[in-house]
């Protein structure tokens, strides 16, 4: 249950954040603003880090295999990416792209056993509810 609601919260804050940081673009440029995003979020993580076990940076380095430190990469990307969608499409249709794509992209893994995860079967009902779910953007986008 409590992973369900971390879930919840990160959806929500996903979509808030779109929206500052396609106004905050408004004011300065899409590479700065993202920038400024992964740069205060490096703060907030130092900070957390002090009140939550200071495991030794050193450890990123035995992280294998090595293309799993992309992580932050493809967070300035994934920046990107909802600042243009949001200031493009509005913060609604955008989150509803982003988040079938999140599913589909995510269900291809556990199928595939991509990136160390445990491969899964292909199972019916989960297919219908990524279909159910793309019908949904096309009633929502609908005039």
Known sequence: ???????????????????????VTEASS?????????LTALFVCIIAWFFDGRKPVSQLFAVQPKYM????????FITYTVIKS?????PAKAVMLIVIMQLI?????E???????EKQPL????????????LGIVIFKWK
């Open 1 to 23: 249950m409590f992973g369900m609601l971390i879930a919840l919260l990160s959806g929500a804050l996903m979509s808030v954040q779109g929206v500052f940081n396609t106004k």
């Open 30 to 38: 899409i590479w700065v603003t993202a920038g400024f995003v992964q």
């Open 69 to 76: 430190l992309l992580g932050g990469a493809i967070g300035a």
């Open 86 to 90: 949001m200031d493009m499409l509005g």
């Open 105 to 109: 992209t995510a269900y291809l893994i």
């Open 111 to 117: 199928l595939l056993g991509m990136f160390g995860t």
């Open 123 to 134: 199972e019916i009902k989960k297919v219908i509810g990524m279909a159910i779910a793309i």
